[in-house]
Each structure stands twice: as structure tokens, then as C-alpha cells.
């Protein structure tokens, strides 16, 4: 590749953040530091977020038939309270980052709660099997897996299996993107919309953004490749990975539900998505795009009250509004 021209200035409220962390946090996670990330992880979420929302929801774990000859899959499943039971609510199908080797069902299901609560929808969050333990097509498997009993129990839970939208950031915007295609080839029930946040699409991560963004923010190429050889083995970055492994492979995005997709314009994922994007409208699909000045990965997670963070927020939000209300 050519020189790398230097990366995009950071948000300077988002610049503030991450100094305050510089030190407990580095980009470039390696196969070797799964095990302590995965602990650090599961200790920051024990306890810490009140799933009803002060009371805005009713939530239940559900254990439901996993793939053929797979274990079974855990759904977080979140009912607003004060729904009538006799109106089906809009459901939101959520899919958990954390760079295909970290996280589970609770991890980052504040944001859908929070879009829950104010629509009126309920909230549904799947466990998938994590890499390196379990490579492709693990990962995407329990997401459809818990996808197709979502739909299937729609009713049961207070859904509208007509109105699901499927939701995810990072790894899990990339599983959402796949679980996409997935449904679009005829695996399963059409969905309504795919909201994918700084979505992990592309296992070849050669990008000028991938390289521009080495050593910076909280998720730099080499961290990327780590997630990507603990999905794909030797596989990664070489001929013949499925779409439905890393979408950005994809070579149809016809018929594709509509898409909302948003990346920081400093972050390693940029140059992916704003591509991905692209080729949905070159396919004739409908897509909303947002590039976020100054932002790296996860800036709204670290920094909630910056003001590009309220206003990617506010974005997604406006988006499920106006997708419901069509």
C-alpha cells in the first residue's frame, strides 16, 4: 500500500475521553489478551445496568433451540410494562459487539432499551458462542437461530412478527448485516429495517482507514485482525470467505431490508461501511449513512455527552421513528 496519509483529528470532547483511559485501554487487542478482556468485561457488567429501566420493562432469559446439532441459545427477551397486551408492539432483534470474541446478551443492550422504551417496542438480545472456541458459522448461526424463534414467538413475547427490526454495533452490526443477507436469500421471515453501528464487515482489513487509524482509538487494525482470525482461522483475508462470515464480501446487496449505517470518520471501520453503504444504493436499495465527524470506534459508548455522541444517538432514534411509522 501506498504511504498512509495521516488519520483524521479526533472530536476534541471525544479526544478528551479516551486521554482520560489512555492508560487502561489499548487498541490493538491480541489473541493472547482475549481471556483477561472477556473477565475485565464480565465484571463492568455484572450488576451495573438495571435491565427494566426504573420499571419500563418486564425482562425474562429464554433458552430456545440453538442451530441443528448446536447448543441451545440464550435470549435476553425486555416487554414494556405498559403496553396493552392486546396491541402487538414493533420488536427490536439485538446483536452484541465486542470484536466476535467478547460479550454477551447484556453488552451495549442499553442503547435498544433506551429506543424501547420510547417507541414502544419490545427488546430482544441474543447470545451467540464467541470465537476463537467457536469459528464461523457459529457465531451467525445462533444469531439466526434466535432470530427464527423470535419471529416464530413473536405474539407470545407482545411482537408484531411483521414489524422486526434487527439492531447491532461492531461484531454484532456485522452479524446483523450477515443475518441480513441470510434472510434475504430465503433463510427465514423478511425484517424491516438492519441498524448497523460501526458495523465489522470486511475480514481483509486493508482499508487506508484500517491503516490510517494503527495505534489509535480503542479498536486499530491490529485488534481487528485479532477478531477476524479468532472467526475465520488461516481463512482470513484469503479467497473464497462467505458473505455471511464477513458481508463486505458480498458482491449483491439487492433486496436488502432497509439499512441505517453509521461509522466514526476516524475509526477503523470507515472506509467498510461508507463502502457498504455505497453499494446498496448501487444495487437499488434504500440506506441512510452517517460518517461522524472526529468519532472513533464506540465514541458514544465512552463519551455520552459529547455532542456528536447526543447526535448520532438522536440519528438512530429518528430512524427506528420514521421506520415504524411507515
Not at 481471556?35 to 427494566?52: C, F, K, M, Y
Amino acid at each position: 500500500m501506498p504511504q498512509v496519509p495521516p488519520p483524521p483529528p479526533f472530536d476534541p470532547e471525544l479526544a478528551a475521553a479516551l486521554e482520560l483511559i489512555k492508560d487502561q485501554i489499548s487498541p490493538g487487542l491480541t489473541m493472547e489478551e482475549i481471556p483477561a478482556v472477556r473477565q475485565s468485561a464480565g465484571i463492568e457488567l455484572s450488576g451495573q445496568l438495571d435491565l427494566t429501566l426504573g420499571g419500563a420493562f418486564e425482562t425474562e432469559d429464554r433458552t430456545v433451540p440453538g442451530p441443528a446439532g448446536a447448543p441451545a441459545v440464550s435470549l435476553l427477551i425486555c416487554r414494556p410494562t405498559s403496553a396493552d397486551p392486546a396491541t402487538p408492539l414493533p420488536v427490536i432483534y439485538h446483536v452484541h459487539g465486542g470484536g466476535m470474541v467478547v460479550g454477551d446478551n447484556r453488552a451495549g443492550v442499553d442503547g435498544p432499551l433506551a429506543w424501547g422504551r420510547e417507541l414502544g417496542a419490545v427488546v430482544v438480545s441474543v447470545e451467540y458462542r464467541l470465537a476463537p472456541e467457536h469459528p464461523h458459522p457459529a457465531p451467525i448461526e445462533d444469531v439466526h437461530a434466535g432470530l427464527l424463534w423470535t419471529a416464530a414467538h413473536a405474539e407470545e413475547i407482545g411482537g408484531d412478527p411483521d414489524r422486526i427490526v434487527i439492531a447491532g454495533a461492531s461484531a454484532g452490526g456485522g452479524l446483523t448485516a450477515a443475518l441480513a443477507l441470510l434472510l434475504r436469500d430465503g433463510q427465514g421471515p423478511p425484517v424491516i429495517g438492519q441498524l448497523l453501528m460501526g458495523p465489522m464487515l470486511d475480514d481483509r482489513n486493508e482499508t487506508v482507514s484500517s491503516h490510517q487509524m494503527a495505534g489509535l482509538g480503542l479498536w486499530d487494525r491490529t485488534a481487528n485482525e485479532t477478531g477476524w482470525t479468532a472467526l475465520l482461522g488461516e481463512r482470513r483475508g484469503g479467497p473464497g470467505v462467505p458473505p455471511h462470515a464477513a458481508p463486505a464480501r458480498a458482491t449483491d446487496l439487492s433486496g436488502l431490508p432497509p439499512a441505517f449505517l453509521d461509522v466514526g470518520s476516524a475509526e477503523t471501520f470507515r472506509d467498510e461501511v461508507v463502502d457498504y453503504a455505497s453499494r446498496i444504493w448501487q444495487s437499488g436499495g434504500t440506506a441512510e449513512l452517517h460518517v461522524w465527524p472526529g468519532g472513533y470506534h464506540g465514541f458514544d459508548g465512552l463519551a455520552p455527552q459529547a455532542a456528536v455522541s447526543r447526535a448520532a444517538r438522536a440519528a438512530r432514534l429518528d430512524w427506528l421513528r420514521r421506520l415504524l411509522a411507515g
